[in-house]
């Protein structure tokens, strides 16, 4: 049946790629610490939030498969135009504070490579990045970085290289809170779950995924092809972030180090491989961040195009649709000139996760109405495991949302 | 849907894109402006496309950043050119027909035309 069809080289692509392109600087700053902090216990957090981003994840490919719209395109015709354009601004501003955070994450890995300046590296990632947007189209940025972050397997063979409790990593995946941890410590804990939550299911993954099934043209017949992808490819991704933090609680968490620095992430690769191992982490992290930092600059782009009905998308060369070419072009600027006022890499992973969480639920609900609408999506609404999951990870995500700021300035960004 | 159906003007209409006959994105059904009067009939006559349609829509403040940074622009699109209605709004004809690619095309100048692959 045509319907069921599963191309397997398309397949294997799709989920490799969605494996490399699943970790973000967020998610290499929040894992490591995690671990060192908190030993395997927030491992549960790093689980929970990847069944969310995998719901959403197939829900927004199913969407654009469906209805051929992406999602900001219908979450204005829901929304309508001021409350559409609340979410926009929002969305779009925490989006740049993320993609600032991913080019600042980029020097910081160039310059552990190279021993270049910081700042010069930032400007250089920028650049390159820019050339890879304007050069490649779609299909080919979104699988060159997604296949190159594929060398952060190297954190997965050194977890098991390294030998680590199994059960108590097994132990991790149940939700808890650890014994003995005093009211401080308690605050930021519920602030690393906050954080991983919103690092797991940043918006812009909803609207480049969204946006992205369009970009490739997807039919209601790939939608098995879809589902999968988003479900395999974002599973084995988490692995990648459940390793790191793995591995920082078999090696920080017993000398009291908590790895800020993603120099200090790709370290712990370095015990069982040394330099070829420290390598592979640094590359794999440096194409993983470069694709995020791709993702949350075109996610920008495609929103406000997709707000105002300009042409958009990258399988169009970028003379086609200049609105749109022009929007990536200002966002990635605009991310880079944050960067260079100095601000540190560190502060602007924690806005990120911080302003990206409050926009959540306004990213979310307007895709959980329009996969729930049969007008639109005919036999291929939500049912009911979809509708329950959903909702059921709307209220968690609303739940943190709000508790996000005040933990923030209570826990002083998780360093309280 | 087809034009002549019943519309729920704010379900169904409002702020769609606008598809052009080639498949381009050509803006969004900001406004509508109706043809009829009271205790008539009262059918659509045209869409409203452009930040100056915004008028109406937006608290004033809102309104006055948005004209000073898009400017009042308005196309008005007859309602005999839409083909059809769905999760966009589908026009018979070309988006310059009806003026609405004049900002696209400002823009165009700016975009260098090579390197792409």
Known sequence: MSRTALNPLELTLGIMTAVGGFVDISQLVFSGQAGSMFGYSLISAFAISTIGIMVYGEMCGRVAAVAHQPLFSLMRHRLGLKLGLVTLVASVLSTLVTTAAEIGGLGMILNHLTGAPYMLMCVASTLALMASMWILPFKWIERTYGLLGLFMIVFVVALVAMHPPWGKMAGGLVPQVPHGLSNKQLLNYSYFVVAIFSAVMFPYEAFFYSSGGIEEGWKPKQLLTNRVTSIVGMGLGSLLSIAVLALAALLFAPTDVAPQMPGSVALQTAIPFGKLGLLAALLGMLFAVGGAAVETCMANAYSISQFFGWEWGRHKKPWEAPRFTIAWIVMMLLALAIVLTGVEVMKLVGYAVVFSIVVLPLSYLPLMLLADDKSYMREYANKWLAKILGWLFFVIVTVAAIAAIPLYVLTAGGQG | ?117
């Not at chain 2, 849907?1 to 052009?20: C, F, T």
């Not at chain 2, 109406?56 to 309104?63: D, H, I, K, M, T």
């Not at chain 2, 308005?74 to 709004?89: G, M, T």
């Open chain 2, 1 to 117: 849907m087809r034009r002549d159906s019943a519309i729920k003007l704010v379900s169904q209409l409002l702020d769609l894109p606008l598809i052009d006959k080639d498949g381009r994105w050509c803006g969004v059904v900001d406004d509508v402006e109706f043809d009829g009067t009271p205790g008539k009939v009262t059918r659509i006559k045209a869409l409203l496309v452009g930040p100056g349609a915004y008028e109406g829509r937006l608290p004033s403040w809102a309104f006055w950043l948005a004209r000073k940074i898009a400017g009042t622009r308005i196309a008005r699109v007859p309602f005999d050119r839409v083909e059809n209605i769905a999760s966009a709004v589908h026009l018979d004809c070309a988006a310059e027909d009806m003026n609405l690619n004049r900002a696209e095309d400002e823009a165009g100048r700016w975009i260098p035309r090579w390197g792409a692959l």
